[in-house]
């Protein structure tokens, strides 16, 4: 069993827009990953088995309705598919730096079986937000953390 990838980690754009993934998560996308937009602004990375499986989500619900067809039309049209260099440098599109609002300062999380990437104010008011969420429970969330 995996653990996944876990972890919070704060890196910068050097000047080709590359970033470099922390050392703890470049193995599994050693020979390849896809990076691409995903909900509340970030980016994330997947290995290219995982992104292969939510592909195949993607597809399936976008027979449901044009809204659902316009989404994965984004969705896809953003991927880019990528190999990190010996250092564990990827390039970051331009387009996808602007959607994530990365300009120089780059969060990178782990979240279990991708990685995102944030602009680091942003993250901070979405990362207070859950843990006032995590401290006070509520609805949806009492079983959530055992």
Same mark, same amino acid.
């Not at 910068?12 to 970033?19: N, P, T």
């Not at 592909?55 to 976008?62: F, L, Q, T």
């Not at 809204?67 to 331009?94: E, H, L």
């Not at 609002?101 to 937000?129: F, K, S, T």
């Given at each position: @069993?995996?653990?996944? %990838? =876990?972890?919070?980690? #704060? ?39 995982? %992104?292969? @499986? =939510? ?12 809204? #659902?067809?316009? +989404? ?12 990190? !260099?010996? &250092? ?5 599109? &331009?387009?996808?730096?602007? %959607?994530?609002? =990365? ?7 782990? #979240?279990? #079986? ?7 104010? &942003? ?5 207070? +937000?859950? &843990?006032? !969420? ?13």
């Amino acid at each position: @069993m995996s653990l996944g %990838f =876990l972890g919070e980690f #704060q890196h910068s754009l050097d000047a080709k827009g590359r970033v470099i993934l922390p050392v703890e998560f470049r193995e599994p996308f050693a020979t390849g990953a896809v990076l691409t937009k995903v909900l509340d602004g970030c980016l994330a990375v997947y290995s290219e088995e995982e %992104f292969e @499986m =939510l592909a195949e989500k993607v597809r399936e619900r976008a027979r449901a309705g044009a809204r #659902q067809r316009q +989404a994965a039309r984004a969705w896809f049209a953003s991927a880019r598919p990528f190999v990190p !260099d010996k &250092q564990g440098r990827f390039a970051i599109p &331009q387009a996808l730096r602007e %959607f994530a609002h =990365l300009e120089r300062d780059v969060m990178i999380l782990g #979240q279990d #079986q991708r990685v995102e990437l944030w602009n680091p104010p &942003q993250w901070r008011v979405v990362e207070a +937000a859950a &843990q006032a !969420d995590i401290e006070g429970g509520g609805p949806g969330l009492e079983d959530m953390f055992i």
